[in-house]
């Protein structure tokens, strides 16, 4: 296969999804294609050098095939870049699962009171606090619960966990967020390791066929017991070096995803023999 099939057909597998996303959406093909032109003229920008000023607007234009009249429309809207940040009602939810503060004997979250007697006490409050002071904890825990993630035991003034991943099932916009910023960051870092003389970040995956419909539900099982592990090593490794980099008056401008994903789909139907003869003759 060559250079040029290998490449259009990464980039239909990549957009294939997105047609899908925005078709089930209402998106129509004239919205996606701006957003795609965007997207271009905004990578050519950043690939120009900062002092290429000079016919920025004909250097862009070869780059990507529009035309200059294009470019100078698109350059010229003012589009802020949405930010990357883990919200504070996701970050309570990561340090209850993996902090043995709020883990029982079996490491897995307790029931907390919502309020504390004293400061010795693990509470929700507490673990609201320990995350954000800017956010008020009733705040947290109502969004905990609004999500579906957290619930007040009936009868008494305790706040459990009645989810093992913070996937919002009934918040939109949540998902589509994790959606653009997760995929978006593995796709980033698959299209550096792609473009780079040595790949700069890790991207590896195991593929395997011929499985059934039940083989698939205990990988599931096994992936989220894997990731559940993955959270609990990752979650104080990386507050510890946040707060070994304060301390040490290091320049903390970097920022981290670390992900774990699994797809189950049917498998593609091998071609007839017929025809893989065929295209060996």
């Known amino acids: 296969m060559s250079g040029d099939q290998a490449l259009a057909d990464a980039l239909r597998a990549v957009l294939g999804p997105v047609a899908r996303l ?20 905004d990578e050519a920008l950043n690939a120009q050098s900062a002092q ?3 016919r920025l607007v004909s250097r862009i234009s070869v780059a990507t095939g529009l035309n200059r009249r294009e470019v100078t429309r698109l350059t010229r809207r003012q589009r802020t870049a949405r930010a990357v940040r883990q919200s ?3 970050e309570v939810f990561a340090r209850w699962q993996t902090d043995p503060r709020y883990l029982d004997a079996g490491g897995l979250p307790r029931s907390l009171p919502r309020v504390a007697g004293d400061a010795a006490t693990p509470s929700f409050e507490g673990l609201a606090q320990s995350v954000t002071r800017d956010v008020h904890p009733r705040s947290l825990l109502d969004e905990l619960c609004r999500l579906g ?3 007040m035991a009936e009868g ?6 009645v989810r093992n991943a913070f996937v919002p099932s009934d918040a939109q916009a949540a998902m589509l967020g994790f959606l653009g910023d997760n995929v978006g960051d593995h796709l980033a870092a698959a299209v550096a390791n792609v473009l780079a003389t040595e790949p700069p970040h890790f ?28 959270m609990k090593s990752a979650v104080p490794l990386l507050e510890g070096l946040i707060e070994q980099d304060q301390q040490a008056g290091r320049k903390q401008d970097q920022r981290l995803r670390i992900g774990l994903y699994s797809y189950a789909d049917v498998a593609a139907p091998l071609p007839p023999p017929d025809s ?3 295209e060996r003759d």
């Not at 925005?22 to 003229?41: D, N, R, S, T, W």
Request: no cysteine.
């Open 22 to 41: 925005a078709l089930a959406k209402g998106v129509p093909f004239a919205a996606l294609e701006e957003m795609l032109k965007e997207a271009v003229v």
């Open 52 to 54: 290429a000023n000079a």
């Open 88 to 90: 504070p009602v996701a």
């Open 149 to 151: 993630v957290a619930r």
């Open 156 to 161: 008494s003034d305790e706040v459990m966990l």
């Open 203 to 230: 991207e590896q995956a195991v593929f395997a066929d011929d499985l059934s419909a039940e083989s698939i539900e205990v990988v599931r099982d096994f992936v989220l017991t894997q990731w559940n592990a993955l």
């Open 276 to 278: 893989v003869e065929s």
